[in-house]
Structures are given as C-alpha cells and as structure tokens.
C-alpha cells in the first residue's frame, strides 16, 4: 500500500512569500489525484515538495507511511515527468528509457538481461518499439512525452509524479496523451498525482481533483461531486462555469452545423 499524506504542510520562500499554507491532503493508495488552480496557486509547489526538489518549511510528508522531509529525491521512491520532456538528446531512445536502471547500485542495480527485458516491455506497450534505435530529434513530441512517460514508470516508483506534462503538445496530441496517460494508470495501478491548470484534463483523468488557490487547498473530491456541489465561489468560478462555458461554445458550434 502506498499512501502519499501531506500534513500541516507549509512553504515559505526567503522573500517571506507564502507558496503553501496549511496542505492537509491524502492520496490513496492507487489513486490518480490531480492538483488543479491557476499559475501561482500552490500545486507545483506542493508537488515540487512530495518529490523533494523543495524544502518543506513546516509540517510533514509521508511516502507509505514513511517521512520523507529530509530525504533526496532519489531516495523516495518517485517518478517524475515534467512539462519538457528532458530526454538526453545524444541517447538513443532504448538508452534513455534504461538510464535510470542502469544508474541503480548494490541491491537495486538489475542484470542487464532484466533491463533489457524491462525496455523491451515498456517500448511495446508504450507504442515505441520501432523507435528505440532513434534518437530524440527524430520522434515527435507525442513520441517523445511516451518515452518521457516510460522513463519515469520502468523504474516500478512507488509514486508518479507529473507536472503539466501535455502543455507543450497540441490539442489532438493533448487527447491522445490523456488517453494514454490514464489508460497506463489502469493497468499498472500507480499512486499518482498529476499538477494542471486545464480544468478539462482534471476532469477527464482524475479519480479526485484538489483545487487550489492562493497556496491553499480549496476543495478535493471526485470530479462530477465537485462540478455539482463546489465548496465556494472561487471553485464554482474556476471549474464549474469554465466547463459550462466550453459546453455551452460547443453547444452552439454544433447547432451552426
């Protein structure tokens, strides 16, 4: 069981501005959560936190049941895509999806023949087997966000952590990676969470959405409880009447044709 809990969690920069305040927040063991609000809110904060590539200021973070505040990144367990992709552009694409195991030491470190068997499944159900000769530049950005993806899931983390990582692909590609992303999460069964600002995404990947405002939690439930039942005017505002206004666009498009 992998549980993720954010307790009392608070984030102060040196120039005295509150990112974070106050972040009581479970994950389940399983669970796809996404961290929703506006640029500025939080919620890359609050990841940037779970994954250790920031300091906690106050309060504490557990990774299965484990506190993790003073630990490294690496020694949490996680898996990170971000909104680049980050692949090594001199690698070829089987040599970036097998970096992170071939750095492994001591108990941790698999035969080669493991890792090779790893690459081999991870390209196959990611769609890349022809592609793990290639190197980055010769992929498009949906094959290189996939490669992103298996790199960061081959390594089994006990967590997966994302932060905005469709933003750069366009709208057809954004709805195939979505697709994609959850059908990965199914399969596998990951704990993960997932930062955007797209209310339309949250709603379509999440098994429970966090809105977040102004460093503080807002409201958190499944999708369809918080479009019906929105804790205040900010989450009514921010979720509920942008996708009503895309329903409603959509609406008339259709009715034009």
Known sequence: ?????????????????????????????????????????????????LAGLEDVTEGRITIDGNVVNDLSPGARGVGMVFQSYALYPHMTISDNLSFGLRMEKGEKRLSKEEIDLRVKETAELLGLTEQLGKKPKELSGGQRQRVALGRAGIRRPKVLLMDEPLSNLDAELRNQMRTEIRRLHDKFGTTTVYVTHDQIEAMILADRIAIMEGGELQQHGPPLEVYNNPANEFVKGFLCKHIDEIVDTANRIFDER
Not at 7 to 36: H, I, P, Q, W
Request: net charge neutral.
């Open 1 to 49: 069981m992998v549980e993720v809990k954010f307790e009392r969690v608070k984030k102060v920069y040196d120039d005295g501005t509150v990112a974070v305040s106050n972040l009581n927040l479970t994950v389940n063991d399983g669970e796809f959560l996404v961290l929703l609000g506006p640029s500025g809110c939080g919620k890359s904060t609050s990841l940037r936190m």
